[in-house]
């Protein structure tokens, strides 16, 4: 019966102090706070500033900032500025990872900014498979050239961007 009574006020004595230091810290409900990992913020304008810039190297085009691409050239990947004039090189497609919108990296080319869409010769695209929704055929279309949305079209297969 001795052991036990020790054993409380040892407790107690332990849960005491945890309240003193929980206090101290300025978290007198530690169970209730939730705290931010070290470098996380979710501040919209912190997470804008964290965005790769052009040239700096990327895993995926999220990790980019607006109007660039996660791009590999020569082996390796950095963020590079999508096509935004009237007859720049485009990827024909924009490739998503995921339903949650995740874009991947491109090869070649990014494809064009909102407001233009990538036109790839027939000629280019009739050696291609129709069925672009399979991953392999994805990754593998031709390059185009971006139009201006409201820019006439010539005898070419329109591939919209946004898709």
Known sequence: ?????????????GVFLLQIFAHHNGKAN???????????????????????????????SEECGPGLCCL???????????????????????VYLSPDADEGTYEGACP????????????????????????????NLPLGTCKHNSTPSLPTENIDTSS
Do not use: W
């Open 112 to 139: 064009c900014m909102e407001g233009f869409v990538c036109e790839v010769p027939k000629n280019e695209s009739a050696q291609q498979s129709d069925d672009t929704t399979r991953e392999a055929d994805v990754f």
């Open 30 to 60: 530690p169970a209730m706070a939730v705290q931010e990992r070290d470098g996380q913020h979710n501040d919209a304008s912190y997470q804008e500033e964290e965005l790769g810039q052009v040239g700096e190297p990327c895993f995926f």
């Open 72 to 94: 590999l050239v020569n082996g390796s990947r950095s963020c590079q500025m999508r096509p935004n004039e009237t007859g720049e090189v485009c990827y024909p497609r924009t």
């Open 1 to 13: 019966m001795r052991l036990v009574s020790q054993s409380c006020i040892l407790l107690l004595l």
